[in-house]
């Protein structure tokens, strides 16, 4: 068919026009994209907060075991924690005005078989974050005990923890299986990072903002690693503090590609007995510890670090008795937006306790 006039008459301007956007196509076709991923970290800014310290009890939590905090987006304080025994679950509770609500319970035996079909004889280990209007939680449902098999589940929620859809179990790209550690660090791409363990061997796995998991990262150490925290220092710089079989002193891996490779870094200082710490950054850029001092269980402190978690300083020591009369377990630390700390942690007997205090606190000012 013919050209029409005007058109036969354009075409030689318009073939030059056509090669070189075909060009410019295919060039930019070749330049490497990146989708390395991004922290999201604010810059260190001083606290004018004055010292204080606060605290209360989490109701009907007195079974309490690993526990995780978040903060929703309008500001309240979201906790999850796992119940042990003949009916294993996950119990889930929101900070109102009036003080703690009484738990409900998000995850149990039935609900992760209803939708996984697979059999667990006991839940735990769950990570709660706050993104937006949704909330994420991933727990470990162990088909044996809790050193043996562990799939991580996870499920949501987009109305702030009043229902969750049904638990959907992830693909960790291991026979055994891994058990998640808190806290979960935002990306800045909307996706999540996430520490985990399985048996001795710890992992980092990058989720897309969709849930897919895109990346996993092994964690180097020599012996079998009983726990880990990480946390993000920069955009691009992350810092995991391990607490291994070979030395109660921490051993630090570095990351200064958001989690994609990990480096042995300097050993810590600090040491610390065979028992779960936590571990926050302040909005001052400093770290914050909270954990049992190695050949103390019968105490919980906090340290201080100023240089990435290489070296330590006691800060406070916030719960102590004679060895056997009381024990204080499973912290779980939140820099809220605010500036200030949120600290829970279990104590026997007497359930959940929750703490709140400030920088200028833990400086040792009065509160």
């Given at each position: 068919m013919p050209l029409p006039d005007t058109l036969r008459r354009l075409a030689p301007r318009l073939l030059p026009l056509l090669a070189c956007a075909l060009a410019l196509t295919a060039a930019l076709s070749r330049i490497p994209t990146s989708d390395a991923p991004h922290?999201?970290?604010?810059?260190?800014q001083e606290s004018a907060l004055p010292p204080a310290l606060h605290g209360e009890r989490i109701p009907e939590s007195q079974d309490a075991e690993s526990a995780s905090l978040t903060q929703l987006a309008d500001g309240r304080l979201a906790a999850a924690w796992s119940l042990p025994g003949e009916q294993p679950a996950i119990a889930f509770s929101i900070l109102e005005r009036n003080g703690w609500q009484a738990p409900g319970l998000i995850a149990n035996r039935e609900s992760t078989a209803g939708s996984t079909f697979a059999f667990s004889r006991r839940i735990d280990a769950p990570v709660l974050h706050a993104e937006g209007g949704w909330l994420h939680l991933w727990y470990a449902a162990h088909a044996v005990d809790a050193r043996a098999l562990?799939?991580?589940?996870?499920?949501?929620?987009?109305d702030s923890g009043k229902r969750w859809q049904p638990p959907r179990r992830l693909n960790t790209g291991t026979p055994s299986g891994y058990r998640p550690v808190a806290p979960a660090l935002p990306l800045a791409d909307g996706g999540l990072g996430l520490s985990g363990l399985s048996g001795g061997d710890a992992a980092?796995?990058?989720?897309?903002?969709?849930?897919?998991?895109?990346?996993?990262?092994?964690?180097?150490?020599?012996?079998?690693?009983?726990?880990?925290?990480?946390?993000?220092?920069s955009p691009t710089r992350a810092l995991a503090l391990l607490r291994a079989d070979a030395t109660p002193h921490l051993q630090r891996q570095i990351s200064d590609n958001a989690g994609l490779a990990w480096q042995?870094?300097?050993?810590?200082?600090?040491?610390?007995?065979?028992?779960?710490?936590?571990?926050?950054?302040?909005?001052?850029?400093?770290?914050?510890?909270?954990?049992?001092?190695?050949?103390?269980?019968?105490?919980?402190?906090?340290?201080?670090?100023?240089?990435?978690?290489?070296?330590?300083?006691?800060?406070?020591?916030?719960?102590?008795?004679?060895?056997?009369?009381?024990?204080?377990?499973?912290?779980?630390?939140?820099?809220a937006r605010d500036g200030r700390v949120h600290l829970i942690y279990r104590e026997r007997g007497q359930g959940l306790r929750h703490l709140v205090f400030t920088p200028a606190w833990l400086r040792g000012e009065a509160a």
């Open positions: 922290w999201l970290v604010d810059a260190p562990a799939e991580m589940h996870h499920l949501e929620s987009t980092w796995f990058r989720f897309s903002p969709s849930g897919q998991l895109l990346e996993k990262s092994r964690l180097a150490s020599d012996t079998d690693v009983h726990h880990l925290a990480v946390t993000a220092l042995a870094g300097e050993t810590s200082d600090l040491a610390l007995a065979r028992a779960p710490f936590a571990l926050t950054r302040l909005q001052d850029g400093r770290l914050l510890l909270a954990g049992h001092p190695a050949g103390d269980s019968a105490t919980l402190a906090l340290w201080l670090s100023a240089d990435d978690g290489v070296h330590w300083q006691a800060a406070r020591t916030l719960s102590q008795a004679a060895e056997g009369a009381s024990d204080f377990a499973f912290p779980a630390l939140l820099t």
